[in-house]
C-alpha cells in the first residue's frame, strides 16, 4: 500500500502592489482595507478547498492565514515600480472568493487579480510579481527577493523556484523537476505527461499511459493507494487511503508527536507545523513547530524548524539550510 505523505503543500500567493503602504488616495479604499478584503477571500477559499487542512497545516486557523497572507500583500502593495493599487487589490479581492480549487492550486488568477507589467526590466531585484515588466518574479526556494524574470514555461526547471501561472512542479520520467501543464479528467497520462490538482494517473505502466481519474473525496470512497486499478484519496483534504482500500481521514499530531504513517492505518499531520523525518525514505516522523520570525530555522527537512509563511527560511551561509526566518521588506 503507497500512501501520500506530502499531504497538504500550501502555496502562499500574494500580490504586487502600490507605491504607497498606506492609502489609496480620496477615490479608493486603503491599503489596509483591499488587503483585508483580499486576504479573507482568499483564506477562505483556501479553507474551502482542503476542507480546512490546508488551514491547519500552513497557519493553523483562519485568523493566523488572514494576519500572516496581511503582511504580504501590504509589503508588496509598498514596492517600487509596481503596477498595483489599492484599487485593483479591491477589484480582485472582489472576485478572488469565486476562484476554483484547480485555479486556486494552479496560481490561475481572473483578469483582476494578473498584475499589469510593472516598472523593473528582466534581471532587476524584486519581491513582487507587479513590479515587473514580465509580471513575474523569480524568488529561489530560500530566498526572499528574486529577480524579475519571463514567465517560466512548461520543461522550465522547478528545482529552486516556482512555475508560473497555470503550470504545477513535479518530477519527470527522469527524476528531475520541471513545470508541466496539468492534464484534465481522462486525458492520457504517464511520469511525463502528468494529471492536474486532485487527480491520480490510474493505470499508467512503463510500456502504456493511463488515464486522468479524480481522486477520493469522502471518508470510506473506494481508492487504489498504488494507483494502478483506481484513484488515490485527495491527500489536500487530509484522506488517505487504508489497507482496506477506502478513504480515510488522517489525525492531527502536537508539536513533538508522531507524524506520517504513524500506525496500522493511521496518518497525522501537524497542524501549524512540518513532519520532520530523518530520511525521506523514512514512513513516519516528528512534528516540530514552525519557528518564529527572526528565530533559527533549517530548511533541512531531516532537521527543521521551517519557518511560517510567509517568511522563509534563509540560510547563513551559501548552499547551507540553516540561516534565519525571515520576511521581505519592501524595495
Given amino acids: 500500500m503507497r500512501i501520500s505523505l506530502a499531504l497538504f503543500s500550501v ?18 479604499p486603503s491599503v489596509d482595507a483591499a488587503c483585508a478584503a483580499l486576504v479573507k ?35 508588496n502593495l509598498a514596492a517600487s515600480g ?8 479591491q477589484a480582485c479581492a472582489d472576485v478572488a472568493g469565486a476562484q476554483s480549487c484547480w485555479d486556486r492550486t494552479l496560481n490561475i488568477q481572473t483578469d483582476a487579480c494578473v498584475p499589469l507589467p510593472g516598472a523593473l526590466t528582466e534581471g532587476q531585484a524584486c519581491i513582487a510579481a507587479g513590479q515587473c515588466a514580465t509580471t513575474w518574479c523569480t524568488i529561489q526556494t530560500n530566498a526572499v527577493v528574486g529577480v524579475c524574470a ?24 527522469a527524476g528531475a523537476s520541471v513545470c508541466f501543464a496539468p492534464l484534465p479528467v481522462d486525458a492520457a ?27 477520493g473525496l469522502t471518508v470510506g470512497a473506494g481508492c487504489d493507494g498504488t494507483d494502478k486499478i483506481a484513484a ?15 478513504c480515510k481521514a488522517a489525525i492531527t499530531a502536537k508539536n513533538g508527536e508522531a507524524c506520517g504513517v504513524t500506525g496500522t492505518d493511521t496518518v497525522a499531520f501537524c497542524p501549524l507545523g512540518t513532519c520532520i523525518k530523518a530520511a525521506t525514505t523514512d514512513k513516519s516522523g516528528v512534528c516540530k513547530a514552525f519557528a518564529a520570525d527572526g528565530a533559527a530555522c533549517d530548511s533541512d527537512p531531516s532537521k527543521g524548524p521551517d519557518c ?24
Fill in 11 to 28: 502555496a502562499l500567493v500574494a500580490l504586487a502592489g502600490c507605491d504607497s503602504a498606506t492609502t489609496a488616495g480620496t477615490s479608493g
Fill in 41 to 75: 477571500a482568499r483564506c477562505a477559499v483556501l479553507a474551502s478547498c482542503t476542507n480546512s487542512v490546508g488551514i491547519q497545516s500552513a497557519y493553523g486557523d483562519s485568523a493566523t492565514c488572514e494576519a500572516r497572507q496581511l503582511l504580504a500583500c501590504q509589503t
Fill in 82 to 89: 509596481t503596477s498595483q493599487t489599492a484599487n485593483t487589490v
Fill in 150 to 173: 519571463a514567465l517560466p514555461k512548461a520543461g522550465d526547471s522547478c528545482e529552486t523556484t516556482s512555475c508560473g501561472r497555470g503550470l504545477a512542479c513535479n518530477k519527470n520520467a
Fill in 189 to 215: 497520462c504517464d511520469k511525463d505527461h502528468r494529471c492536474g490538482p486532485e487527480l491520480s494517473c490510474v493505470g499508467s505502466t512503463k510500456t502504456a499511459m493511463g488515464a486522468c481519474k479524480a481522486k
Fill in 232 to 246: 488515490d484519496c485527495a491527500t489536500n483534504l487530509g484522506l488517505f487511503c487504508d489497507s482496506t482500500s477506502h
Fill in 308 to 331: 511560517l509563511s510567509p517568511a522563509k527560511c534563509v540560510p547563513t551561509t551559501s548552499g547551507g539550510t540553516a540561516g534565519t526566518c525571515s520576511l521581505a521588506k519592501a524595495t
